[in-house]
């Protein structure tokens, strides 16, 4: 069973740092390339950012363009959300996304993704 499992969600304070974690199983997701989503209360699902399959490519949404870093280690199938100043509109449930291709045409698409995780809260306090 393929699965995706977010963790490192939780409280943090504005202008501090949380790192997110994406594990996968039941197949290696290195091949493919991976994103992380976000949803807000009473907000759509929106895109954060995307990194290729060899992670030599990354894209962001531009509301966290230059605060989040997208990485993966693929030796551990795990891709990584580095939230550096996060602000009290980061808030929200954040969902890792496995895609089935290594390249996409664009990447904040969230019908070009086939796999989700259940998503892990933060909240960030002011």
């Known amino acids: ?21 994406c594990s996968g199983s039941g197949r290696t997701f290195s091949p493919y390339a991976m994103g992380w989503f976000r949803q807000a209360p ?6 954060v950012a995307a990194i290729t399959s060899s992670g030599g490519s990354t894209f962001y949404a531009d ?13 551990k ?7 550096n100043s996060p602000k009290r509109e980061d808030t929200a449930v ?5 895609s089935n291709s290594w390249r996409l045409p664009v990447y904040f698409r969230l019908t070009d993704y086939a796999y989700w995780g259940q998503g892990t809260p933060v909240t960030v306090s002011s």
Do not use: H, P
């Not at 963790?7 to 997110?20: I, Y």
């Not at 199938?77 to 939230?83: E, G, S, Y």
């Open 63 to 75: 509301s966290v363009k230059g605060r989040f870093t997208i990485s993966r280690d693929s030796a």
């Open 77 to 83: 199938n795990t891709v990584f959300l580095q939230m």
């Open 42 to 47: 009473g907000r759509e699902r929106e895109f």
């Open 94 to 98: 954040y969902y890792c996304a496995a």
């Open 1 to 21: 069973q393929v699965q995706l499992a977010e963790s490192g969600g939780g409280l943090v304070q504005a202008g501090d740092s949380l790192r997110l974690s």
